[in-house]
């Protein structure tokens, strides 16, 4: 195969990396299957665009409102020069008339999706990764549109399939804590999470923050520094994988990146820092594969405190949740799509 596929995803300060992320993982899998990839964006933060390139991919700029009827017909010219086989829209503003543009000017089209939330589905396909994904978010669509439903086709970028075998050890006192929820941390989880673990004086922990915006990690530095625990503040990173597998316990947004944390079998602390964070997180809690902690505005430093302290302390319980969580993702939902969309695994 050496086909093209085009991707609409956006990224950067207030949004996040989380679209633009997820769309990685399905381009690198279309690249390893032998297709080229481009990714067309709107106000693509300097740092994403930077991992892209590094990752082979043609940028093109949008200069339309995303989500406007002028981006989708933006986004379809790109697609018919490039001779494109597959369109792939992920973000919350690729609804119904999207869709119907990029449908009509004779393109193939997914869409990565997380709660049904177009009033119509035109696309060929719709992905949604979630563990409680159902067809009846999805009654409104074409009768040929496919829906490929749940964590078997979990997009997992193939750095994390590099660390998805090493063993998962889970020790008595769990000391190494990795922080990360999410690029931007609109919530400002992070500084809580920080004042939390300060206010913690036994155990004593190696915490990890990861954030990706530079003036949030000034701060966030800053805060670390005032208190007995051992905080580190990282941005940018592109070693994520080896922090979760090297972490004994996460704290984090019940987002895209708790499959990620389950392949990994790392058990986890989850704040619902959005609406569309809600079903995941109502999946990890009853899978038993995640502690939820609830609604962000309700979890105090307090509670956050003893959370993570008890969960530090209670090795039995890690370990049910890391082996509940590892059998919820294997890790090989983009290769699953990728088959789907050249038509190597028919319905």
Partial sequence: MNGMMLLRAD????????HVMRCLALAQAWQDAGGAV????????????????????????????????????????????????????DGYGFGA????????????????????HAEYYYADVVLNQNLDADRSLYQACEPTTRLLLGTTY???????????????????IARHVLVNFGGSDPRDMAARTILAIQGIEDPVF?????????????????????????????????????????????????GGSSWERALLKLPSLVVIAADNQ???????????????????????????????????????????????????VDGMGAGRVVQILVGEDEP
């Fill in 278 to 328: 809600r079903p995941v997180a109502r999946a990890l809690d009853h899978a038993g594969a995640a502690i939820v902690l609830g609604w962000w505005h309700d979890v105090s430093e307090a509670a956050l405190a003893a959370s993570i302290r008890d969960a530090a302390m209670n090795a039995p319980l890690r370990r049910r949740q890391s082996e509940a969580a590892g059998r919820l």
């Fill in 97 to 116: 008339q999207y869709q119907r543009v990029i449908k009509e000017a004779g393109l193939k089209l997914l869409v990565l999706d997380d709660y049904g």
């Fill in 11 to 18: 990224g950067g300060a207030g949004i996040g990396s989380g």
């Fill in 206 to 254: 190696e915490t990890t923050i990861v954030t990706g915006d530079d003036g949030l990690r000034s701060r966030l530095s800053a805060l670390a520094e005032d208190g007995p625990q051992r905080i580190e503040v990282l941005g940018h990173v592109s070693e994520m994988p080896e922090l979760m597998a090297d972490a004994d316990l996460a704290v984090a947004a019940a």
């Fill in 154 to 172: 979990a997009l997992l970028r193939r750095e994390f399939l590099r660390q998805a075998n090493r063993p998962r050890s889970i020790p008595e």
């Fill in 38 to 89: 481009a990714l067309v964006s709107a106000g693509l933060s300097d740092e994403l665009r930077h991992r892209l390139a590094q990752e082979h991919m043609t940028l093109l700029d949008l200069d339309e409102v995303p989500g406007s009827s002028q981006d989708a017909e933006a986004t379809a010219q790109h697609a018919l020069r490039a001779g494109a086989e597959w369109v792939v829209a």
